[in-house]
């Protein structure tokens, strides 16, 4: 509660700047209310903002970030060439509406809902699910709503099922992880002792949440729940509690009938059971769902900060690298947002326009701020908290092996395809970059890459095979034909970097391959190494 | 105000200003936060203990310890063997070791009052490699990550947590796990054989085109990382910085390289030979590596099993403390043999015993440990723990202790301190010189 008043007291003196934002209507559109509460917050701190991303970069993070990959040289040069003023926009409609965008976000949620990999449910089922359901841009409530309550007997939303499925075996992993996936608070702190840094975190709060999921179980590869049955927890002080159902916004929800069942029903319980399981269906859906309770309780006008906050919050941190709260499961009084109007304005647009997500994305990646540059000329550098510096974000494992398959090939075999042959090859491009993906980690906030990465890149066989080739198709077999080092040089640099070489790079680079005169082939394979290892190709910039 | 969300404890401080006056750029100085401190390369001079080193023989699918260190002769549980005087008084272990019976009093710590309440393979490891639970949401590091961690150097030019385990049974069970301490402390898994993967150069490149494409690549990297500053780029170029020197210590995992006198002592079988590759390692201030020994899970015969393989891992324990200590070493490298379980004192209907948390034993070897000390001790019949009952928390707090670390200290996930072992375990003093 400190929090609140901390909050009043501040907008009783409100700078200018900030004074601007607090008036933001509404019925803003996003990309300017992200715009107006970012700047004011830089204005207020004094900082100078850097400046706006080149075209050349701004297309390379928008088709990183939108479709997950980099752009073909081609892409590049015509959007660097358009003169259209619209041409931004433009780009960013067509990213999106294309079928990797769905794929690409599919992913990245994938990795949301289980970042410790696949062994907790997912895997195909569930990517499917996910997949269809960005294509068709389905509401991010309506998507939480399929997860938590399941429809089994619908082939096609049979794949949700495989989050609970995955974790119905332990209630207390699958209380902290729905908390963590869709409200952004980790209750786990809270399972033994009251939380000890967290007021708002209680066991209460951890056995509340609990109460409503430990019902569910798994049935013969279905998932069930049964209609009784209470969590009753043991406090640091005091004796043996019986938690009720509780939202983490302290809302409670009465069960009238719970309470054991007789010998009797036991019996015609575990018959209804076996029944399900013969017939290969979900076994009967109790009258008291616990589980539906949440998911009404969750989204309910005055509970549904939680939900909205947590969703803004995961889509800024994946367009921004950083979340407005981080780390993204601490969403909690004590820990406060870097924006907390601009989340507030966000999480009510969100919520107000049916939580659709590829307009919160949209808007997200048309404003100012997400198109600043990475680069800052300046000792002076601005707190990374203020958005106003473009973050580097590593590439993810499927970013980066499709990337490596783009930059590696002749950008030739890109060019004077149709807008859906393009489409293909790249989708079978990256089909082809999934083995190589798997051997790269999934970043992390605070991501290190180890010596693994390095050992792999250096002296692995798949990139001296499947990279540094120079058969047909390939950029290197491009380079066979072309006389001139420095031309080669300036090629294999565009192909990479989808810039021109400096003068110093030129230099170096072919003096590099004509002290190998007689090898030119083995040098430039050398040259392409050195430029895919660089961290210039290895980040989102 | 709102309590602060990130690491201000005093020590921190203390780091970032040895840091910051060791003149080092303005690029890391900016929010900086705990796990990234070793990343900076002057911080780490700072930080650096003198530098003790683990070895962890795992004893995989849980050795008997009625077949080691808490023999029961003569009980209804005891099994065929008999037991053996060791030069601690008062101290009798099983007649299978008569190597290491000569050799507790100056090297060794045997703990018998192990209780750690989990009797199956896979979470059975995961908690002995951790000395606690993964908690939903959060990954431990495990042993080998935090010694990793706390005793790699930056620019350290060997592998920092290097695990043996070649055999399958088994093996998916016990991996390697940094945990939230991430990539920089993962560790290189050797799984096939005895030479780490990609540590190689390939036949296609030249060792001069090798080095000079990595020159290369970091003169092209400048020009990017002018005006650019992010903790994971630095992470990405150290890597790089470091593989030619990983490379270089190829040589160390190439057991051939020891004179045959040495080969032999140890004996020719693969855990021995992999104990001399860890000897090697640790001597050249790798900080942590595991030799996993499988498969101990004797459901089945377990005294035909624990008779074939109980002597080798006496010969190859007492070789390699002999062999430490005569190189000086034993102060500064720790052995410890442990698994994910005991083994239990009942003998089943094949002979066997099977899995067992509840009343079992290991050993702590050299660096701070008291030698010939025993901890702990067990019912006549090996059912449970009468006395000096340890779990795996006490255990890791106890390893961290006689490694010169505190274990109290914090990790910071977040903004969550994450203490090395769990709040409120304390470490056995009794075991700590």
Known sequence: ?541 | MPRSTFCRSADHALDRRAFLGAGAGAALAANMTALNALAAPDVNGALKKAQKRVILLWLAGGASQLETWDPKPGASTGGPFRSIQTDVPGLRISELMPKMATRIGKTTAVIRGLNTKNGDHGSGAKVMMRGRRDESGLRYPDLGAVVAREMARADSKVPDYVTFYTQTEGRSFAPGDSGFLGARFAPMELTTNNYPEFIKKLDGITDLDHQERGELRELVGKTFEKGRSSETMNSHNEAYQRVRGIMASEKLFDVTQEPEKVRARYGKTQFAEQALIARRLVEAGVPFVRVARAWWDSHGQNFETHQEMVPELDHVMATLLDDLGERGLLDDVMVVTLAEFGRTPGINASLGRDHFASAWSCTISGAGVKRGAVYGKSDALGNKVVAEEMDAGSLFATIYTALGLDPNKNYHVGSRPIPLVNPGIEPVKALVK
């Open chain 1, 1 to 541: 509660m400190r929090l609140r008043t901390l909050l009043l007291a501040a907008t009783s003196a409100l700078a200018p700047a900030l004074a601007r934002a607090a008036e933001v209507p509404a019925t803003a559109p996003i990309h300017k209310a992200v715009d107006t509460f970012v700047d004011a917050e830089i204005a207020e701190k004094g900082a100078r903002p850097a400046d706006r991303a080149d075209d050349a970069a701004l297309i390379r993070r928008l088709t990183l970030d939108l479709v997950g990959r980099i752009p073909t040289t081609g892409e590049l040069d015509a959007y660097v060439k358009s003169t259209d003023p619209d041409k931004r926009a433009k780009l960013v409609d067509r990213l999106m509406a294309s079928p990797a965008y769905a794929r690409h976000q599919a992913a990245l949620f994938e990795v949301m809902f289980n970042p410790e990999g696949t062994s907790r449910g997912g895997g195909g089922a569930f990517r499917e699910y996910l997949a269809a359901s960005l294509k068709e841009n389905k509401p991010w409530d309506q998507m939480f709503r399929e997860i938590m309550l399941p429809n089994e007997a619908d082939a096609k939303l049979k794949g949700a099922a495989e989050f609970l499925r995955g974790r119905v075996s332990d209630a207390d992993k699958l209380t902290n992880d729905v908390s963590v996936t869709f409200f952004g608070v980790n209750v786990s702190c809270a399972q033994c002792h009251n939380h000890p840094h967290v007021e708002d975190w209680t066991q209460d709060h951890f056995y509340g949440m609990k109460a409503f999921l430990a019902r569910t179980f798994d049935n013969g590869g279905f998932l069930g729940e049964r209609g009784y049955g209470v969590i009753k927890y043991k406090p640091t002080k005091g004796p043996e509690r019986t938690a009720k159902m509780m939202f983490l916004t302290g809302a409670t929800v009465e069960d009238p009938n719970a309470k054991e069942p007789s010998a009797a029903e036991q019996k015609a319980e575990k018959d209804a059971l076996d029944k399900a399981k013969a017939a290969k269906a979900a076994p009967p859906a109790p009258k008291f769902s616990a589980r539906a309770k949440l998911v009404d309780t969750a989204l309910k006008a005055e509970s549904a900060e939680f939900f909205s906050r947590s969703i803004v919050n995961r889509m800024w941190h994946r367009f921004f690298g950083t979340g407005l709260v981080s780390p993204l499961d601490q969403m909690h009084s004590e820990n406060a947002p870097s924006h907390p109007a601009l989340l507030k304005w966000l999480a009510k647009d969100t919520t107000a326009n049916g939580y659709d997500l590829r307009r919160l994305v949209r808007g997200i990646v048309m404003s100012e701020a997400y198109s600043r540059s990475s680069k800052y000329d300046s000792e002076d550098r601005p707190n990374s908290k203020l958005f106003a510096v473009g973050k580097l974000k590593p590439m993810t494992p499927m970013q980066l092996a499709a990337s490596l398959r783009i930059a590696t090939a002749d950008p030739a075999t890109f060019d004077n395809l149709k807008p859906d042959e393009l489409e293909k090859k790249i989708e079978q491009l990256e089909a082809s970059a999934r083995g190589f993906a798997a051997l790269i980690a999934q970043p992390t906030d605070n991501f290190q890459i180890g010596v693994g990465e390095a050992l792999l890149f250096s002296n692995g066989d798949r990139v001296q095979k499947e990279l540094l080739t120079d058969g047909p198709g390939t950029a290197l077999g491009r380079v066979k034909a072309i006389k001139e080092p420095k031309e080669a040089i300036g090629f294999l640099v565009r192909t990479a970097y989808g810039r021109a070489a400096t003068d110093a790079e030129l230099k170096a680079l072919t003096a590099f391959v004509e002290k190998r005169a007689g090898r030119e082939a083995d040098a430039y394979k050398q040259v392409l190494w050195a430029l895919l290892s660089g961290p210039e190709f290895r980040f989102s910039y």
